[in-house]
Nanobody, 124 residues
Framework: QVQLVESGGGLVQAGGSLRLSCAAS????????MGWFRQAPGKEREFVAL????????QYADSVKGRFTISRDNAKNTVYLQMNSLKPDDTAVYYC?????????????????WGQGTQVTVSS
């Protein structure tokens, strides 16, 4: 059983930055591909970014490409999401998640464990 705890959310003005962190416990972190998803009110949960277990491959949603950066520190069992040039449309609850399979996927139903989420609100 893997536990995930996100932090770093908050209220920021458009154009600002936030850095989300997700601390993992209960498993072998370096074995897992990690992802960030988000869910805005009234909308489905959507893919934001993923990172391969070794950190050598990343993938982003088109809506955040060039503005967000996912990274990980396997020694600290932590994955990060650096968010720059934030827009009001980025307002959502952001979730950290684990994919324990061998492939890379952007489908939320393929992820095994989820954190409780952290709220990001971007004001205009």
């Amino acid at each position: 059983q893997v536990q995930l705890v996100e932090s770093g959310g908050g209220l920021v003005q458009a154009g600002g930055s936030l850095r989300l962190s997700c601390a993992a416990s209960g498993g072998t972190f370096s074995y897992y591909n990690m992802g960030w998803f988000r869910q805005a009110p009234g909308k489905e949960r959507e893919f934001v970014a993923l990172i391969y277990r070794s950190g050598t491959w990343t993938q982003y949603a088109d809506s955040v490409k060039g503005r967000f950066t996912i990274s990980r520190d396997n020694a600290k069992n932590t994955v990060y999401l650096q968010m720059n040039s934030l827009k009001p449309d980025d307002t959502a609850v952001y979730y950290c998640t684990v994919h324990s399979g061998s492939g890379l996927t952007t489908r939320p139903q393929n992820y095994d464990y989820w954190g409780q989420g952290t709220q990001v609100t971007v004001s205009s």
